[in-house]
């Protein structure tokens, strides 16, 4: 019995059926639903948009020192006929008569410095330590493992202090207000989980199919790794470094109020180097006469530690292959 053949009317909806999205398009979309990431993707595009601007949102100079003015509380406290607040300080001063809303907003710049110029040498460097040992294994893979391993043994916190104790007062120590010592000092030892990270999924990706057979094509290791292995490997790479951020800005915080973090100054005309580590160490010191100058500081870290970390367990979540959605 002859059965007729399927009608273009009839083919024309499974043809047209929704194609499944990509990674990245689905990923973007969980993002996009997740509540906590958006705002906290909202919150730090506000923070990088207060930093980008600083010098043009801040109403007064960061560093300029007015003695009269000293440790006036914020517009809103007028409890105390002693010390009245001045309109033209929103935020109050501190113990030298400097604002605080303009040191806040410069400090917001020099944390998210912080937190993506180290960032930078840790992907540069553990990347590529994780490519090389873990595609290429034997010698190479152990030499560059026990390298990464020494570097991981020691404390954290104590190798960086050593380390910016010991080059504190040469040159390059200097440099910036200290902040180039930072970086260097942060990322000395952050680079060692992105390495491991990357040699796990490199371990993972060689052996699959597509892999093996850019081999059999004669497709030279260096444009395997690059357009092959490095892709496949940008989802953890990316939630790594949404979670690292936070952790350096609050290192530097930490630095900064032992006193071994970046140095104070008076350079009106560049009055970059102001930290909110400096101002939470200012403010600790004067906490009884001027609580302000300590409760604006930690606020400002820890609501950008916080948005960072939203983004983080949403970038984890949109980029888990196990959940995603059939």
């Known amino acids: 019995m002859a059965t007729s053949a399927p009608t273009a009317g009839a083919a024309a909806p499974e ?11 689905d990923a973007m979309h969980r993002l996009l639903r997740n509540r906590a990431a ?3 993707v909202c919150v730090v595009l506000i923070y990088i948009l207060i930093a980008l601007f600083a010098p043009l949102l801040a109403p007064k100079n960061p560093v300029e020192q007015t003695a009269r003015n000293s440790l006036r509380p914020p517009v809103w406290v007028t409890d105390n006929p002693n010390r009245m607040p001045n309109p033209a300080n929103l935020l ?20 998210l410095i912080v937190g993506v110029v180290p960032q930078l040498i840790i992907l540069g460097l553990g990347v590529t330590v994780g490519l090389v040992s873990g595609f ?15 570097v991981a043994a020691f404390p954290d916190l104590l190798f960086i ?6 080059f504190r007062d040469t040159l390059f120590g200097k440099a910036l207000g200290g902040l180039l010592l930072i970086f260097t000092a942060l990322a000395a030892v952050s680079w060692t989980g992105m390495a491991r990270l990357v040699r ?51 290192s530097e915080a930490i630095l900064t109020f032992l006193g071994v973090g970046m140095r104070p100054s008076v350079d009106l005309a560049n009055p970059l180097p102001t930290s909110l580590g400096q101002m939470m160490q200012e403010g600790f010191s004067n906490l009884s006469s001027g609580p302000w100058m300590l409760l604006f500081p930690v606020a400002m870290i820890s609501s950008l530690v916080l948005a960072f970390t939203f983004v983080g367990d949403g970038l984890r979540d949109a980029l888990d292959p196990r959940d995603r959605e059939g």
């Not at 043809?15 to 398009?25: G, V």
């Not at 202090?161 to 010991?166: D, K, N, Q, R, S």
């Open 92 to 111: 109050g001063t501190d113990s030298n008569g400097r604002d605080i809303l303009s040191r806040l907003i410069f400090g917001t710049r020099v944390s």
């Open 200 to 250: 796990g999924q490199v371990l993972s990706l060689k052996e699959k199919e597509f892999v093996e057979a850019a081999r059999a094509l004669g497709i030279p290791t260096g444009q395997i790794l690059a357009r092959h292995i490095l892709p496949n490997t940008m989802a953890p790479i990316i939630v790594s470094v949404s979670f690292s951020i936070p952790g350096l800005i609050i």
């Open 161 to 166: 202090i050593t380390l910016t104790v010991a």
């Open 38 to 40: 958006v705002a906290g």
């Open 136 to 150: 290429n294994g034997g010698w190479i893979d152990n030499l560059l493992m026990r390298i990464t391993e020494i």
């Open 15 to 25: 043809l047209s059926a929704q194609q499944p999205r990509s990674l990245w398009a």
